[in-house]
């Protein structure tokens, strides 16, 4: 006889888009939004190139730069 039933089942009730992300992400937002891993959201946040600030250890991401960012990437790769 079961007496109580565990779900391992996650509602999630609000997905991260384009259009309902914050101004400025946290890694883990960005993350979630580009469909990444958290490792590699790091690894970008790291690069020289990539429009992050970093206050002491916490690394922020203002969204419109991000967009042009993946846009200048996006040319970069449809031109090779």
């Known amino acids: 006889e079961i007496k109580e039933k565990v779900s391992n089942i996650v509602v999630v009730d609000w997905i991260m888009t384009w259009e309902n992300s914050p101004s400025v992400l946290t890694v883990e937002q960005m993350a979630q939004l580009l469909q990444i891993g958290t490792n590699k959201a790091y690894q970008l946040v790291s690069s ?6 970093k206050m002491g250890k916490i690394h922020r991401i203002p969204l419109e730069p991000l967009r042009e960012y993946l846009n200048k990437k996006a040319e970069e790769h449809s031109e090779l």
Not at 48 to 53: A, D, K, L, R
Request: glycine share 0%; net charge negative.
């Open 48 to 53: 020289p190139e990539f429009p992050s600030i």
